[in-house]
């Protein structure tokens, strides 16, 4: 077994264990959607705001997010008046989906999964 395949295997290891500690992960889960509070905008790994990946307050510029969090987001609050936009690629790139003013979205659609890159509040004529 070569290295890269030694990586896989763990890879795969980790994999399984996620899927065990599940639901102890949804008891704990219930409190993560509160990492975005009043006038926020938050992202999470996986669906029904879970594995929160980070949390930005409008107005800031398009940014792309960190590599720990980049094509991993599942689910969405934006719980400010302004509305927001991600892209699929680093610097506005690719497609661009919108994250509506005062909307919780607990699973974006299957073509949309795991591919949020960028990210921004709609100012200065950015967004969609
Ligand atoms: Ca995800």
């Known amino acids: 077994m070569n290295r890269f395949k030694a990586r896989m295997a763990l890879a795969g290891a980790a994999a399984s264990l996620a899927v065990m500690i599940a639901p102890g992960a949804g008891i704990a889960s219930a409190d993560e959607?509160?990492?975005v509070g009043p006038g926020e905008v938050g992202i999470f790994d996986n669906i029904n705001y879970t594995s929160w990946?980070?949390?930005?307050?409008?107005?800031?510029?398009?940014?792309n997010v960190s590599s720990g969090a980049n094509?991993?987001?599942?689910?969405?609050?934006?719980?400010?008046?302004?509305?927001?936009?991600?892209w699929e690629h680093a610097n506005g790139g690719g497609m661009c989906l919108p994250m509506v003013p005062n909307y919780w979205a607990s699973a974006v659609w299957a073509n949309e999964n795991d591919k949020l890159t960028s990210w921004g509040t709609n100012n200065s004529a950015q967004g969609c």
């Open 33 to 35: 959607q509160f990492r």
């Open 53 to 63: 990946l980070g949390t930005r307050t409008p107005f800031f510029w398009r940014e």
């Open 71 to 86: 094509d991993r987001m599942s689910s969405w609050i934006n719980r400010s008046n302004y509305r927001n936009s991600w």
